[in-house]
């Protein structure tokens, strides 16, 4: 059973600029969700995918996307970066809901906005 | 609005002792509560949810809906425990952690 990995592991971009972070999900798990993780500060939901399609999605603004492809793996797009937008970004996968079902987290990617 | 507060940043006890890590929470639907932790070098991980029941690793978890809890307590911390706890709290679609309590037991 492979489990989640994430690319690219570090990341720097400069303010303005858009980034693409991937994760591939845990082999048979249907649902990935993305957290911002801040320094000192616990996950916030950005959002979070089910079969190809936007299932619940908290408080970011719309230049944080995402995708979700039909082998389940999914990226993370944000447009216009800003300075906050520094922060590990972690990705989880589950079997269906994960309000439920235990998620399980890859080891995130650390951007850098200069 | 802060929907999941975990009021200690740090908290240290000796091994052996009894260890209790506090989480309130604020919704008003039926809550799903989560303890997920995070050890040195590893990623973050379930440690346990309250619809199991369970007890992993000596821990349990009750939630009190009267008082908005899950607090999270074990009688006899190991070293082997210290680490980052996280509450959190599934609300519909939305997914909520605390900010986390980093617990050192002193051997």
């Known amino acids: 059973e492979t489990g989640v990995t994430q690319s690219p592991t570090h990341l720097i971009k400069t303010r303005g600029q858009q980034v693409t972070l991937r994760c591939s999900s845990q082999?048979?798990?249907?649902?990935v969700s993305w957290y911002q993780q801040a320094l000192g500060q616990g996950p916030q939901f950005i959002f979070q995918?089910?079969?190809?399609?936007?299932?619940g999605r908290g408080n970011f603004p719309p230049r944080f996307s995402g995708l979700q492809f039909p082998n389940y793996s999914s990226e993370l797009n944000v447009n216009a970066l800003e300075l906050d937008d520094s922060a590990l970004y972690l990705c989880?996968?589950?079997?269906?809901?994960?309000?439920?079902?235990?998620?399980?987290f890859g080891p995130g990617t650390r951007l850098t906005v200069l | 609005a802060q929907r999941v507060t975990q009021p200690e940043k740090l908290l240290s006890v000796f091994k052996g002792a009894p260890v209790e890590l506090k989480c309130n929470y604020s919704?008003?639907?039926?809550?799903?509560l989560f303890w997920y932790v995070q050890y040195s070098r590893q990623r973050l991980q379930l440690l346990l949810r309250?619809?199991s029941r369970e007890s992993i690793k000596g821990f349990t978890a009750d939630l009190n809906k009267g008082e908005t809890s899950f607090h999270l307590k074990k009688p006899f911390a190991q070293e082997e425990d210290s680490a980052m706890y996280y509450c959190?709290?599934?609300?519909?679609?939305?997914?909520?952690f605390g900010t986390g309590t980093s617990l050192t037991v002193i051997p």
């Open positions: 989880a996968s589950s079997l269906n809901r994960p309000q439920a079902n235990e998620q399980f």
């Open positions: 082999s048979g798990h249907n649902t």
């Open positions: 995918y089910y079969r190809e399609e936007e299932n």
């Open positions: 919704y008003s639907g039926s809550p799903e």
């Open positions: 309250h619809i």
């Open positions: 959190a709290l599934s609300a519909g679609n939305q997914f909520y």
